[in-house]
């Protein structure tokens, strides 16, 4: 009797053991939902961390099983690219660098202070997921040459244009693409296409797909953009009407932005 009376007390400290350990894990602290509502900058870290995972994969190919073979674009291009594309969807991102990596370029960006590598197929059209490809979308905001400008009065702008076919005579040339956001500043600046075409060469179009100056930037060594060329040599002046005016000897134009 005394072993059966033994036994249930040692089976009732048990039980009670059990319920306590549970109660324990119940309220060792908050839950990893928790922390991530007080402390949000634990999902740029856990997401960064899944990325780094998901593209240092050694399977480095399309949704088909293929790897995406388009137009080749540079390191910088496609850098670039992928650069632009996370500052558009509200990422304060900077570029770290590129390197080639077989069919991919591998582009690290920093994000909040971390290093993230991303895979971009060397088109610079896409970067990888585990089962897709995501396309880097752009919305081409520059100035359609049939608009008329209205940064500068209708005068102002003939003075540009003057001044731009000054520049043009003088050897100098801007090669930018339509999806480089420095080169519709740079535009913009001229008071639209019409203003500034008699100087610049558009070597990839806003959905980064080959134009007819294509070939010549690739002659001309062009990897970034914009890259401005006074007979050849490369301008690392201020991208102002009055460097370009001295380095070339034309005036600069009096002009007056509209506010």
């Known amino acids: 009797m005394k072993n059966k009376e033994n036994k249930k007390i040692d089976d009732s400290q048990e039980e009670i053991e059990d319920e306590t350990s549970m109660s324990d ?11 991530l509502r007080k402390e949000p900058w634990m999902v740029s870290t856990i997401v960064l961390g899944v990325m780094v995972a998901i ?21 910088n291009v496609a850098g670039q690219a992928l650069l632009d ?9 900077e570029l770290v660098g590129v390197e080639n990596v077989g069919e991919f370029y591998e582009v690290t960006l920093s994000l909040n202070g971390q ?3 991303l895979m971009v197929t060397k088109d610079g059209k896409y970067y990888l997921l585990p089962d897709s490809l995501v396309p880097l979308q752009r919305t081409s905001t520059s100035t359609s040459q ?30 930018g693409a339509g999806w480089c956001g420095h080169c519709k500043n740079l535009i913009k ?28 930037c690739n002659q001309e ?3 970034g953009y914009p890259t401005i060329k006074v007979n050849g040599e490369v301008y690392q002046g201020s991208r102002t ?12 134009p009096d002009v007056e932005i509209i506010s």
Do not use: H, R, W
Not at 85 to 93: D, L
Not at 150 to 155: A, L
Not at 189 to 206: K, L, Q, R, T, V
Not at 241 to 252: H, K, P, S
């Open 85 to 93: 594309f996370a500052n558009s969807q509200g990422a304060n991102a």
């Open 146 to 175: 049939s608009q008329p400008s209205e940064t500068y009065s209708e005068e102002d702008n003939l003075k540009i244009q003057e001044f731009s076919n000054c520049l043009s005579n003088k050897g100098m040339k801007i090669y």
């Open 189 to 216: 600046y001229f008071g639209g296409e019409e203003n500034i075409a008699p100087i610049f060469i558009e070597c990839s179009d806003a959905q980064q797909n080959p134009t007819e100056y294509t070939d010549l």
């Open 25 to 35: 894990e119940q309220d060792s602290g908050p839950t990893l939902t928790d922390k």
């Open 55 to 75: 593209f240092l994969v050694s399977s480095l190919m399309g949704p088909t099983g293929n790897v995406i073979t388009g137009s080749i674009v540079s390191e």
């Open 221 to 223: 060594g062009i990897s």
């Open 241 to 252: 009407f009055e460097g370009f005016a001295e380095a070339t000897g034309c005036l600069v």
């Open 115 to 117: 290093e993230a590598p």
